[in-house]
């Protein structure tokens, strides 16, 4: 797949329609380029005003209409030969006509100006927070170190003329958002997955990309500002000591908080009744935490610096253009697709018949129990949707892009194969639930089930952009991922999972005591509906993994503090052996 850079003045959506007649696809973006989601202003430096590299013109000429300049690496005319003239290799470039230059070259933005002092203090405040509060777990703290590190990044967006528009705000509160669940849900996986979905949503509101590439290779120009951030964030440190009317404050500051950090925690080691009160006013004053602590910290200005140095110099990925494939003919390109379409509707006439009430006869026939049938077809359909978006990836860069004609023709045939589709969703998630109904809710079936209804959402979204043009899809995309990973974590999968299986319990008498046994403090609120002793030898497992001391309340989700006071108005009485007896007895196996 070829991929061009674009000119270092244009930043223009790779989205294209196949609108030209005579084959060339033509871009649903106007022929200026649109400015990007956080609007740069002509000044980037405090030096001056930015001038625009001589390397912008090579690819596409200057804003007056000149002709482009020649390409450094094209190998030029016959020149006047200084000494006799000599055999040269067809290959061979004349010396000095190549110039080599990095691969993110053309992507870079200008150097930014002088860090200033309030991004600086934003940057400090996220260092001394992810030391104070990120060294006993994470809830409602990370949510907090995150605020000072926007800050600095806002401020230095603010200092490059970048403004904010409404995405970039999109983005940033999304972020903000996503990291809310770890305060909310003891559960790691939907944490996890939470704190990756604000990564790449912090990288879109830095970069302000628009693209398939910028949403895709954001969080890669985030991780890559890591050192050029430090190099600049010291150099900003170093000029403020040295020139500046705040440099002898800031040292003052710093030899402070040495002084402090060191002598306060020999202290507290060397007296318990001082440790006690120094732990009143910090989170952790013990000698044993020190490197752990200073790596924190050292973590927190690491990632401050970067951010701030993506929103005042960000890795322009729009600039990266996908080029479009080969067109093919109409039979060529519609043939295959046509059949396709005419199988995907045999097997969603079957389904129709199958799942939705005409199923009895179907197992008859193949011998097959009712769960056995829903769980052989479920990973074929969830693998049938993903193929599917490949297909429809793939048809639409080899697509005939030949006038109005060939227009409604793809818009025609992939239209059908998108509506086809999403039967094919609905049957999947039904023989789902059909699986659910006779073996219970785990996390595992709780997770594809949110992928494949997640799939369905991009192919409407899909289905939409052929309507309306494609220009907003890869955004638009990004965001439903966002906001099922946050809906996820707002749900409380395990919570979920647990009242599915106490309402099973209640129905059929069944019920995976082992399995619970596993679950995160979310469970407890659910688990607690279950009738002694099973109640018990199922908060049992849940009680063992919380342990007896409690975590600050910087560390502590609403989970947890919900399972504990559950634990303790009704602690759980059961003897091992009566909770094997009910494991053998109530399990689904």
């Excluded at 989170?283 to 929103?311: E, I, K, N, Q, Y």
């Excluded at 989700?557 to 108005?569: K, T």
């Amino acid at each position: 797949m070829p991929v061009a850079r674009r000119p270092r003045h244009a930043c223009v959506p790779s989205a294209a329609r196949a609108d030209r007649p005579g084959g060339g696809p033509v871009s649903d973006s106007p022929s200026t380029p649109e400015p990007s989601d956080v609007e740069d202003s002509p000044t980037h430096s405090a030096e001056g005003p930015a001038k625009e590299p001589s390397e912008a013109r090579r690819a596409g000429g200057d804003s007056h209409g000149e002709a482009p300049e020649e390409p450094q690496d094209a190998v030029p005319g016959p020149r006047a030969a200084a000494g006799p003239p000599g055999p040269r290799p067809d290959w061979a470039y004349p010396e000095g006509a190549y110039k080599h230059e990095p691969l993110l070259a053309d992507l870079r933005s200008e150097p930014p100006a002088p860090v200033r002092t309030g991004t600086l203090g934003a940057v400090l405040a996220t260092g001394l927070l992810s030391m104070l509060l990120l060294g006993d777990g994470l809830a409602i703290n990370l949510l907090i170190v995150a605020v000072p590190a926007a800050l600095a990044a806002y401020f230095a967006a603010e200092q490059a003329g970048r403004r904010p528009r409404p995405w970039t705000l999109a983005w940033a509160v999304g972020g903000l958002a996503l990291l809310a669940v770890p305060a909310l849900r003891d559960a790691g996986w939907p944490s996890f997955l939470a704190v990756v979905g604000a990564v790449g949503l912090g990288s879109l509101a830095l970069h302000g990309c628009r693209t398939w590439p910028g949403v895709l290779l954001g969080p890669v120009g985030l991780f890559e500002a890591v050192l050029s951030g430090l190099g600049w964030g010291w150099r900003g440190v170093r000029g403020r000591a040295s020139g500046s009317r705040s440099g002898p404050v800031l040292r003052a500051a710093a030899v402070t908080a040495v002084l402090l950090l060191v002598f306060g925690a020999l202290f507290a080691g060397a007296d318990a009744a001082f440790a006690g009160l120094l732990g009143d006013l910090m989170p952790d004053a013990s000698v044993a935490d020190g490197p752990w602590r200073l790596l924190l910290f050292a973590a927190g200005v690491v990632g401050a610096l970067a951010a701030a140095h993506t929103a005042a110099a960000p890795v322009r990925w729009d600039r990266l253009v996908v080029g479009p494939g080969r067109e093919r003919g109409r039979v060529e390109w519609a043939l295959p697709l046509i059949v396709l379409n005419l199988l995907f509707a045999a097997f969603n006439v079957v389904q129709l018949a199958v799942l939705f009430g005409g199923y009895d006869a179907v197992l008859e026939k193949t011998d097959l129990s009712y769960a056995a049938y829903a769980r052989q077809g479920f990973w074929q359909l969830l693998l049938a949707t993903l193929l599917t978006l490949v297909v429809i990836v793939l048809a639409l860069r080899w697509a005939p892009r030949d006038g109005a004609r060939d227009r409604s023709l793809v818009r025609a045939v992939l239209g059908t194969l998108c509506a086809l589709t999403l039967v094919v969703v609905a049957s999947a998630v039904r023989r789902m639930d059909m699986y659910v109904e006779a073996y219970g809710l785990t996390r595992l079936r709780v997770s594809v089930v949110a992928v494949e209804l997640w799939l369905g959402v991009v192919i409407v979204l899909i289905m939409a952009a052929g309507v309306w043009g494609a220009r907003w899809l890869p955004r638009a995309v990004a965001a439903s991922a966002a906001a099922g990973v946050l809906a996820f974590g707002l749900l409380s999968p395990d919570g979920l999972i647990a009242e599915r299986n106490v309402q099973r319990y209640e129905d059929t008498g069944k019920f995976d005591l082992e399995y619970a046994r596993g679950l995160s403090a979310d469970a407890a609120p659910a688990l607690d509906g279950l009738p002694e002793p099973l109640r018990s030898c199922a908060l049992e497992g849940i009680e063992t993994s919380l342990g007896s001391e409690r975590g600050p309340w910087y560390a502590t989700s609403l989970g947890e503090a919900q399972a504990r006071e559950i634990l303790e108005d009704r602690p759980p009485k059961a003897s091992p052996s009566d909770c094997i007896d009910l494991d053998e007895e109530t399990s689904y196996r």
